[in-house]
């Protein structure tokens, strides 16, 4: 064999190794870059801050992570939230709030991010995006240490990348529900 096909043939080979490394090191690549979304390690407890919920709602609207831990913060007089955090980040806020009585969820969603152009429930109880939503408890839950005030609840993910109107929904009603069931409207 001559000295130049030996040439060839090295050529080709090396040109074959190195499409071959660059097919491996793209699929390395591609695999790691995020197509499945991460892993959610954690459990999500049935009561969160003394609401029972259903914790595959809450799991839904929940970016991946190890662990998940909890925190009631009580910011004024009328709203309780409860923070969870993924992996040290906060990542969704469910809240009770009294509002003057006589609003309308529509109105007191205006004070809650991410709720612009939400989709209002026909009941008119319950407004959501993929982000956030707002819920208006029964005109029956009153307690005499908010008088003349209506008791709301809201869910708000924190900068996680979660967009599931369907989700927000499910979690925003189940969650309404099980405050309206709570010590809250006692």
């Not at 030996?6 to 491996?24: E, M, N, P």
């Not at 709030?97 to 007191?108: H, L, N, S």
């Amino acid at each position: 064999m001559s000295a130049r096909g030996t040439l060839r043939r090295h050529r080709f080979i090396g040109t074959a190794v190195s499409l071959s490394a660059t097919v491996a090191l793209a699929a390395t690549l591609s695999a790691c870059s995020g197509d499945e979304p991460p892993k959610k390690a954690y459990t999500v407890p049935t009561s969160l801050c003394g609401i029972t919920v259903d914790p595959a709602l809450v799991k839904a609207v929940l970016p991946g992570g190890d662990s998940l831990t909890s925190a009631t913060v009580k910011p004024n007089g009328g709203t309780v939230r409860c923070n969870l955090s993924v992996d040290g980040k906060e990542a969704l806020s469910l809240a009770q709030t009294w509002w003057t009585e006589g609003q309308t969820t529509a109105t007191v969603s205006q004070g809650y991010a991410d709720t612009d152009n939400g989709t209002l429930s026909d009941d008119l109880r319950f407004v959501h995006t993929g982000k956030a939503g707002v819920g208006k408890t029964v005109p029956s839950c009153k307690v005499s240490r908010q008088p003349e005030q209506d008791l709301y609840t809201a869910v708000q993910t924190r900068d996680t990348g979660i967009d599931d109107p369907d989700a927000i929904e499910k979690l925003l009603i189940a969650y309404t529900k099980a405050v309206e069931k709570s010590a809250a409207c006692r």
